[in-house]
C-alpha cells in the first residue's frame, strides 16, 4: 500500500507565507508527477501546482509568482512555498501523486493524501 502524508496546513493573517510538505511511503517502485490541490467549501477541487519527477513545473495562474513546488526524490516528497496568502485561499489542500508500485508489473495509479487546512485570516 502507499501513503501520502501531508504536513503544514494551519491559520495564517493575509499576506503570510506557509510550506505545506507531503511524503510518500509505502510499496513504491517510482513517483511520477506529484502535486498539490486544494478545495474549498463549496467549491470543486482545483489544482495549484505540479512537477515531475524531472522537475518540471506547471502552476494555477491565479498562484504564479507566490508559490514555488519542489520536490526531494529521495525522500519521496513534495513541497509548496506559498507566500502572500490571501484569504480566498482558504482550503483543504491536498497532494497527490502518480506512483507505480512494487506490485507485479509495477501498476500505477493515484494516490492522494487526506489534506490538511490551510486558512488565512483577513
Known amino acids: 500500500q502507499v501513503q501520502l502524508v501531508e504536513s503544514g496546513g494551519g491559520l495564517v493573517q493575509a499576506g503570510g507565507s506557509l510550506r505545506l510538505s507531503c511524503a510518500a511511503s509505502?510499496?513504491?517502485?517510482?513517483?511520477?508527477?506529484m502535486g498539490w490541490y486544494r478545495q474549498a467549501p463549496g467549491k470543486q477541487r482545483e489544482l495549484v501546482a505540479a512537477i515531475t519527477s524531472g522537475g518540471s513545473t506547471n502552476y494555477a495562474d491565479s498562484v504564479k509568482g507566490r508559490f514555488t513546488i519542489s520536490r526531494d526524490n529521495a525522500k519521496n516528497t513534495v513541497y509548496v512555498q506559498m507566500n502572500s496568502l490571501k484569504p480566498e485561499e482558504t482550503a483543504v489542500y491536498y497532494c497527490?501523486?502518480?506512483?507505480?508500485?512494487?506490485?507485479?508489473?509495477?501498476?500505477?495509479?493515484?494516490?492522494w493524501g487526506q489534506g490538511t487546512q490551510v486558512t488565512v485570516s483577513s
Open positions: 497527490g501523486a502518480d506512483i507505480q508500485t512494487t506490485g507485479w508489473g509495477h501498476p500505477r495509479g493515484d494516490y
Open positions: 509505502g510499496s513504491i517502485f517510482s513517483i511520477n508527477a
